[in-house]
C-alpha cells in the first residue's frame, strides 16, 4: 500500500506574540537565519549584517514577552544566535564576529533581560568567523589577526584559523557558567560549523585553501574522537582525543600523518548542508543529495527532480521517517531514504520556507505529539507539518483507555486473583473508582485540578511513546525512530521501581538498543566529564539509589537479567570502556548505606569487576584502575601485587602515593612491600626517589634496618666486593644511606639519641682536628695505676 504524504497546518503565528512582525519579517527577507527553541514554543529570527531594523526577533506562542532587538547603523549585528537547552527557562547567546558573547534569558522578572556578557577572543586578536552551540558547549572558529605577512603568498592566511571550545551549563540566577577555552584545532582553514545532536560536522567553505578544501572533520565529543573525511576520495580517519591530558590537534600535522589525504582534488562543490540525527545532509550544484554519517562514510541517498538555480537559490533539507524532504524554492519533494525513490511532489504557495529542527526528546510540546515525528515547516502562512496518513483500521489509544490499561496493571499486581483484570471490569465495577475519577479529570469533565497538573508532563509523555510504538508498528522502521523509544523507556523505566518485569524489560533495551539506552541514562544521571578525566553527576539521590541498589540481591538472577548498576557497566565495556573506572568511582561517592555502595552487600568495585569476567580473563588495565580507584584497602594491596608482579614499579609507587592523608596504614603496608622488593633485587634502583617519598615519617631508622634484614638473602659465605656472574648485586651502603636519610627527622635532634644508628645519619660536616704528631712519652702502668696501655 502506497503511503500519502500529508501537509497539515498545525497552526497559523496568530497565537504567537507580535504575530505581524513575525510574518513581514518571514515574508520580506529570504537571508533571514530561522531557528526554533528545545520544546517548540519559541521562533527566532536573526536577518544578516546590513539589514534594516529589527535584526532579532524572539517570539513566543501562548503567553510569554517577546524580545526585539536593533542596532544603530555602523554597530554590527550578531553573526549568530542559538537557543540553549536548557528545561527550567528558555535562554539564548548572541555571538559578534568580534567575540562579544551575550546570554540572554527570562527569569524571575517579566520580559528577557541580559544575564550574562563576556569575551570569546580576549584582546582584539582574533576574529569569529562561525559559531555553533552543540549541547552544553560554545565552539566558534576564529581567524588570528596576528599582523605578520607571508613572503610566499597566501598558505598562512589560509591556515590562520584555529576552533575552540567552552563549556556552557546553566548556573542559578547568574544566567551561565562558561568553562576555560579550550583548543581543538590549530593552524587550520576556515570552516563553517553545524551541529548535530551528537556530532559537530567542520566543513569547508568558498574561502577555504583550494588544497584542503575537499576535507571536512567531525568531532564526536562523547565519544572523544575526531573523523577526517574526503568525501571525494572514499577515505575517513578516526583520532581519540584523550580527555585527560586536553589534547589539541594541529591541522597540518593531522593530514601529514594520514595518507591519501592531499591528493588533489577539487574542492566540494556544495549548495546547501544540513545537519541530521543520521549524519549531515549535502545537496551539490546537479540535485544530488548525500548523507555524511557519523563514522565518516558517505552516501547518495537520491537525485532531485530540479537542481538548484545558481548559489542565490533558497534550500533546505530534512529527514522523518526514513524520509528525505527537500524544499527546493517553491517545491517540495519526498524521497525514500533506501531506495532513492521519489515518493511525492508537492508545489508550495510560497517559496519563503523553513525547516524547523526537531524537539529535545522529553521537552516535546502537546502540538509535537500530535505531529507523530513529521517534520516541522515554517513560513509567512504559519507551521506546517510534513507526514505520513495512518493506515486505514490503525487508530492511536485515547487518553481514557490508557488510564484504565495502566491501573489494570497496577491493580493485577496487588490483587491475588489469577483472572487477568481487563478496562472494561474497571470501568463496570465500582469498587475500582480511582481510575475513572482521573479519567473524568483528564478528559475535562471536571476543572483542572492539581492531580491534572502533576500528571499531565507524565501522561503527555506516555501517550508520545504509545503513538511512536503504533507509527514504528505500522511500518516505518528508521533507525531513529527505534532511538527515540529506547530513550523515552529508559527514562520511564528509571522513574519506576526496578523489579520483576521493569527490570527484565530494561535488560532487553540495554541488549537490543545499547548506545541509545546509555544515552537516555547520560541524561538521567546528568553525566558530565570534567578536564581531569573524571565524571560528575547532578542527579538526584533517588535516582542514584535506584541505579547502585541491587535488586537481585539474595536471589537467584533468573535468565541472565542484570541489575541497573551492573546493565551500565556491562554498557559502558562494550561502548566506552575507558569510561567505566571513573563511572564506578562517582557510583561510589554518591552511593548511601543499604545502597549496595556502602551497605552490607558486595561493594561496587566487585560488582562492576564480575561483569568483566572471571578473574584471569579480565582486561587487565580496566581491573586495575576499579581496583586502585575503590579506596578499599584489600583492593588497592591486590592492585599493586598485581603491579609488582608485572614489575611494573612506577606505577606501584604512583599508586602508593595516591594515596591521601586519610590512609597512612595502606600507605605503609605498600611501602613495605615495595620495600621487600628493593632488599632483594636491584631494579628499584632507578626508582628510590619515589620509594623514599612513600616511606612513612614515623617510620625510624632501626625499624627500617630491621624491616630490609627480614628481607635480605643469608649469607652462605665470606662477603665477596663484586657479585658472581649472574646473581643479583647485593644492597649498597649509599642506596641505604638514602632511605635511612629520609627516615630521619628534619634537623638535628634536640634530645637524647632514640636509636643506634642516628650518630650516622646527623653526620656534623666538618670533622675533628687532627692532633698533633710528635714524639709520644710511654706511660708506665706503675706510674698510672689506672690506666691501661
Known amino acids: ?96 564576529e568580534s567575540g562579544i558573547t551575550e546570554v540572554w534569558g527570562v527569569g524571575m522578572e517579566p520580559g528577557w533581560q541580559l544575564l550574562q556578557s563576556t569575551e570569546l577572543c580576549p584582546g582584539g586578536e582574533a576574529r569569529v568567523v562561525a559559531v555553533a552551540a552543540p549541547r552544553g558547549r560554545l565552539v566558534w572558529c576564529e581567524e588570528r589577526l596576528s599582523g605578520t605577512e607571508d613572503p610566499l603568498g597566501r598558505p598562512v592566511a589560509a591556515f590562520s584559523y584555529r576552533v575552540c571550545v567552552r563549556t556552557l551549563e546553566p548556573s542559578g540566577e547568574a544566567g551561565t557558567n562558561l568553562g576555560r577555552t579550550r583548543v581543538l584545532l590549530h593552524h587550520c582553514p576556515r570552516f563553517d560549523l553545524l551541529a548535530s545532536r551528537k556530532d559537530l560536522f567542520l566543513v569547508p567553505t568558498a574561502t577555504t585553501w583550494p588544497g584542503v578544501a575537499h576535507i571536512l572533520l567531525i568531532w564526536s565529543p562523547s565519544k572523544g574522537k575526531v573523523i577526517v573525511s574526503a568525501p571525494c576520495l572514499g577515505l575517513s580517519y578516526s583520532k581519540s582525543l584523550n580527555p585527560r591530558q586536553g589534547d589539541t590537534w594541529d591541522f597540518q600535522t593531522l593530514l601529514r600523518g594520514l595518507p591519501g589525504l592531499l591528493s588533489p582534488r577539487k574542492p566540494l562543490a556544495v549548495h546547501t548542508w544540513a545537519p541530521a540525527p543520521q549524519g549531515l545532509l549535502l545537496l551539490d550544484f546537479g540535485g544530488t543529495v548525500r548523507l555524511v554519517q557519523s563514522h565518516g562514510g558517505i552516501r547518495a541517498v537520491g537525485t532531485l527532480q530540479e537542481a538548484p538555480v545558481g548559489p542565490e537559490g533558497s534550500a533546505a533539507l530534512g529527514i522523518f521517517h526514513g524520509t528525505l524532504a527537500c524544499v527546493l524554492g517553491s517545491t517540495l519533494e519526498l524521497l525514500d531514504m533506501g531506495s532513492g525513490q521519489l515518493l511525492e511532489r508537492k508545489v508550495l504557495s510560497t517559496d519563503r520556507v523553513y525547516l524547523l529542527e526537531p524537539p529535545v526528546p522529553g521537552m516535546k510540546d502537546e502540538e509535537d505529539l500530535e505531529i507523530g515525528g513529521g517534520l516541522r515547516m515554517l513560513s509567512a502562512l504559519g507551521l506546517f507539518c510534513v507526514g505520513w496518513e495512518a493506515p486505514q483500521g490503525l487508530e492511536l489509544p485515547s487518553t481514557k483507555d490508557q488510564v484504565f490499561e495502566e491501573a489494570c496493571l497496577y491493580y493485577q499486581r496487588r490483587s491475588l486473583r489469577g483472572a487477568q483484570l481487563t478496562p472494561e471490569e474497571l470501568r463496570q465495577d465500582s469498587t475500582f473508582r480511582a481510575p475513572q475519577a482521573l479519567a473524568s479529570i483528564l478528559q475535562g469533565h471536571l476543572p483542572p485540578s492539581t492531580l491534572l497538573t502533576t500528571l499531565r508532563a507524565e501522561l503527555r509523555d506516555y501517550r508520545g511513546l504509545e503513538q511512536l510504538k503504533t507509527q514504528l508498528v505500522a511500518g516505518d522502521e528508521e533507525e531513529a525512530g527505534w532511538t527515540e523509544l529506547a530513550e523515552h523507556e529508559v527514562a520511564r523505566l528509571l522513574r519506576t521501581e526496578l523489579t520483576g518485569d521493569q527490570l527484565a524489560q530494561l535488560n532487553t533495551i540495554f541488549q537490543t538498543l545499547p548506545t541509545a539506552a546509555w544515552d537516555a541514562t547520560l541524561r538521567a544521571l546528568q553525566l558530565q566529564p570534567d578536564g581531569n578525566g573524571k565524571l560528575r553527576s547532578q542527579a538526584p539521590p533517588d535516582v542514584w ?79 586495575l584502575e576499579l581496583l586502585l580507584g575503590s579506596g578499599r584497602p584489600k583492593a588497592v594491596l591486590q592492585a599493586v601485587s598485581q603491579l609488582i608482579q608485572k614489575e611494573q614499579w612506577e606505577q606501584a609507587l604512583e599508586a602508593g602515593l595516591a594515596l591521601g592523608p586519610s590512609s597512612p596504614l595502606l600507605r605503609s603496608e605498600i611501602f613495605k612491600l615495595l620495600l621487600a622488593q628493593f632488599a632483594r633485587h636491584r631494579q628499584l634502583d632507578a626508582h628510590l626517589p619515589l620509594l623514599c617519598r612513600l616511606c612513612p615519617p614515623e617510620l625510624a631508622p632501626d625499624e627500617l634496618l630491621l624491616l630490609l634484614r627480614t628481607h635480605l638473602a643469608d649469607e652462605v659465605g665470606p662477603p665477596t666486593p663484586f657479585p658472581e656472574p ?37 653526620d656534623p660536616g666538618t670533622p675533628p682536628p687532627t692532633p698533633p704528631r710528635g714524639p709520644m712519652t710511654t706511660l708506665q702502668a706503675s706510674d698510672h695505676p689506672g690506666l691501661e696501655a
Open 1 to 96: 500500500m502506497k503511503r500519502a504524504g500529508t501537509l497539515r497546518l498545525l497552526f497559523d503565528l496568530s497565537n504567537f506574540s507580535g504575530a505581524a512582525r513575525l510574518r513581514e519579517l518571514l515574508a520580506g527577507d529570504p537571508a533571514a537565519r530561522v531557528r526554533c527553541s528545545p520544546d517548540g514554543r519559541h521562533l527566532l529570527l536573526l536577518r544578516p549584517l546590513g539589514a534594516p531594523a529589527p535584526q532579532l526577533l524572539v517570539a513566543v506562542r501562548g503567553s510569554g514577552a517577546e524580545l526585539e532587538r536593533a542596532w544603530p547603523e555602523g554597530h554590527p549585528s550578531p553573526l549568530d544566535a542559538f537557543f540553549l537547552p536548557w528545561p527550567a527557562r528558555p535562554a539564548l547567546v548572541l555571538v559578534w
Open 545 to 623: 539509589k535506584k541505579v547502585l541498589g541491587d535488586t537481585t540481591a539474595g536471589k537467584e538472577t533468573p535468565n541472565g537479567i542484570l541489575p541497573p548498576f551492573e546493565l551500565l557497566c556491562q554498557c559502558l565495556c562494550q561502548l566506552e570502556p575507558r569510561w567505566l573506572p571513573p563511572f564506578v568511582e562517582l557510583a561510589q561517592q554518591q552511593g548511601g548505606p543499604g545502597w549496595g555502595a556502602g551497605g552490607p552487600g558486595l561493594p561496587l568495585y566487585r560488582r562492576a569487576l564480575a561483569v568483566l569476567g572471571e578473574e584471569g580473563t579480565r582486561p587487565e588495565t580496566l581491573e
Open 726 to 762: 649472574g646473581e643479583e648485586p647485593p644492597l649498597t651502603v649509599g642506596l641505604l644511606k638514602t632511605l635511612l636519610e629520609q627516615t630521619g627527622t628534619q634537623g638535628r635532634p634536640s634530645g637524647p639519641i632514640l636509636s643506634l644508628y642516628e650518630d650516622i645519619l646527623w
